[in-house]
């Protein structure tokens, strides 16, 4: 079986391989890598449609910048130092192709331009980080099983297995449990 979808992906497994990347869980079969990152992009796309809580897509969406961007920052570094020892069109291509322009007339004032110039990099990061909410620390952590277990006997739902409960299924009964609280909330007013 491949979990190509939020509507067959246990939701406990969609959250487990969200925190430790272990893409070979989608699949049964034997899939490249190539392949089973794909898919979990995929399943990413249909998560940030389902997920209520766009303050958390928008983390994760900073979060994924600011990864990109270090990467970026530490290539051009690697390239620059790697270049100061020899020559390499592949590497030369390359930082041309990252918008870096390349006077092979004046080859190592190039590199340290380049290199001064990645620093920029570092201040766009820094300024993504200070969009980054700031960590919360709670006392008590609830656990999933917890949150689907309060959600059902909330929602009136009886009882849902966690272990089986997949991804779509469990942003319906987060959704049902919270419009309750809402309308409680209505009726106090």
């Given at each position: 079986?491949?979990?190509?979808?939020?509507?067959?992906?246990?939701?406990?497994?969609?959250?487990?391989?969200?925190?430790?990347?272990?893409?070979?869980?989608?699949?049964?079969?034997?899939?490249?890598?190539?392949?089973?990152?794909?898919?979990?992009?995929?399943?990413?796309?249909?998560?940030?449609?389902?997920?209520?809580?766009?303050?958390?897509?928008?983390?994760?969406?900073?979060?994924?910048?600011?990864?990109?961007?270090?990467a970026k920052?530490?290539?051009?570094?690697?390239?620059?130092?790697?270049?100061?020892?020899?020559?390499?069109?592949?590497?030369?291509?390359?930082?041309?192709?990252?918008?870096?322009?390349?006077?092979?007339?004046?080859?190592?004032?190039?590199?340290?331009?380049?290199?001064?110039?990645?620093?920029?990099?570092?201040?766009?990061?820094?300024?993504?980080?200070?969009?980054?909410?700031?960590?919360?620390?709670?006392?008590?952590?609830v656990t999933?099983?917890?949150?689907?277990?309060?959600?059902?006997?909330?929602?009136?739902?009886?009882?849902?297995?966690?272990?089986?409960?997949?991804?779509?299924?469990?942003?319906?009964?987060?959704?049902?449990?919270?419009?309750?609280?809402?309308?409680?909330?209505?009726?106090?007013?």
């Amino acid at each position: 079986m491949i979990y190509n979808s939020v509507q067959i992906i246990p939701a406990k497994l969609f959250f487990h391989i969200s925190e430790t990347e272990e893409y070979g869980l989608l699949s049964d079969k034997k899939l490249d890598s190539d392949q089973l990152k794909t898919i979990w992009l995929i399943l990413e796309e249909e998560h940030k449609k389902l997920n209520p809580n766009k303050k958390v897509n928008k983390t994760l969406d900073l979060s994924k910048k600011i990864e990109e961007l270090y990467a970026k920052h530490q290539k051009i570094l690697l390239a620059v130092q790697y270049l100061k020892s020899r020559r390499d069109e592949d590497l030369i291509e390359l930082l041309e192709k990252s918008n870096y322009h390349f006077d092979l007339q004046d080859y190592d004032n190039s590199l340290e331009r380049i290199e001064r110039e990645s620093q920029s990099i570092l201040i766009r990061i820094e300024s993504l980080e200070k969009k980054l909410p700031k960590p919360t620390t709670t006392k008590e952590t609830v656990t999933f099983d917890q949150t689907v277990m309060s959600y059902s006997a909330f929602s009136g739902s009886g009882f849902i297995n966690p272990n089986k409960i997949t991804l779509s299924q469990y942003y319906a009964l987060i959704n049902i449990g919270n419009n309750k609280m809402k309308a409680l909330e209505n009726g106090k007013k």
